[in-house]
């Protein structure tokens, strides 16, 4: 799981924003989010943790992290980011928070970009177990929602 992620996510960053040897395997084995944020160092979030790393960004190492992740073509993936969002290798997200410019009530570009936000994609399987005894019951798995709040996990009670 983690070289997965290595490759996928984690490659992208240059060493001078993080280093990910310095953190722990555990740490970037539960990852669900990757904040990267101006004036604060990347925030490696999981469920029951919040893990630090690395010096305080600039918004150049934004801006340069999100080229990285666009395959150094911004313009090609302007759609989604005008969506406010972009979906990197891997099926991961990579949110965008910055100024939007509004034309004919529609975003037409973020500028002065001021975050991303990671979500990790992963696969949980037999996820449902806890939950598919009530479901079954019902025989009705075509209009059943699972939700939750952010953090508190949809894949099963912890």
Do not use: W
Not at 1 to 28: A, H, Q, S
Not at 32 to 45: A, D, F, L, S, T
């Amino acid at each position: 799981m983690i070289e997965r992620i290595r490759k996928e996510i984690f490659d992208f960053f240059p060493t001078y924003v993080c280093n990910f040897n310095d953190v722990p395997i555990n740490v970037l084995n539960d990852a669900q989010e990757i904040r990267i944020r101006i004036g604060q160092p990347v925030n490696i979030r999981g469920c029951k943790f919040d893990f630090f790393v690395g010096e305080r960004l600039r918004q150049d190492s934004i801006l340069k992290l999100l080229e990285a992740f666009s395959d150094n073509s911004i313009y090609a993936v302007q759609s989604e980011i005008n969506n406010g969002y972009i979906t990197i290798r891997g099926g991961h997200r990579v949110g965008i928070s910055g100024t939007c410019i509004i034309e004919d009530n529609k975003v037409k570009n973020i500028k002065y970009i001021s975050s991303l936000n990671i979500r990790v994609a992963r696969e949980v399987k037999e996820c449902s177990n806890t939950v598919f005894k009530y479901i079954s019951k019902k025989n009705d798995f075509e209009n059943t929602l699972i939700i939750s709040p952010p953090r508190m996990r949809k894949n099963y009670a912890s």
